[in-house]
């Protein structure tokens, strides 16, 4: 998500922070890329390993799942590096007064966020995972139109 963020921040004109325990950092690659555009939308990027700074005055903040498909063989290693990145009230109240909190969802509470946070007002995490179902949907609309036997013979 991190990736797909930094590149949309980036070009929409975002100042992006990420913060993450060093060995989980962005790809180098995708932040250069995004350091490359920055300077046209005048955006300021930063990683780093101390979430009190990724936060610090933040208008959004955003948090991933610590566990995705794939990694589960790492997980007591996961969960342990990214212990202090919790968000919880206390993170949060180093962002600006009415930010908001936002997750992509699956969450793991108790990991990534606290309840206390996701279950709170400034939480937009249902009305996100309902944005995205209706992107999905015009997603599979569009490929299924393009594919379509009629689409091919030109109807």
Not at 15 to 40: D, H, R
Not at 72 to 77: F, L, P, Q, V
Not at 112 to 119: F, G, K, N, R, S
Request: hydrophobic share 40%; proline share 5%; charged share 25%.
């Amino acid at each position: 998500m991190a990736h797909s963020l930094v590149l949309g921040c980036t070009i929409l004109g975002i100042n992006f922070n990420c913060a993450a325990p060093k060995g989980y950092w962005m790809n180098s690659e995708i932040v250069s890329k995004a350091k490359q555009l920055a300077p046209t939308t005048g955006v300021k990027i930063m990683q780093t390993d101390k979430p009190q700074d990724g936060v610090k005055n933040a208008d959004i903040v955003y948090t991933d799942t610590w566990i995705s498909m794939g990694d589960e063989s790492e997980r007591n290693k996961r969960l342990k590096a990214f212990m202090n990145y919790q968000v919880d009230q206390e993170l949060m109240s180093l962002a600006k007064p009415d930010a908001i909190f936002m997750h992509d969802m699956p969450v793991s509470r108790g990991n990534e966020v606290t309840a206390e946070v996701i279950d709170s007002p400034y939480s937009v995490v249902f009305e996100q995972a309902e944005n995205r179902l209706h992107v999905q949907k015009a997603l599979l609309w569009w490929l299924i139109k393009e594919k379509s036997p009629a689409k091919r013979q030109g109807i």
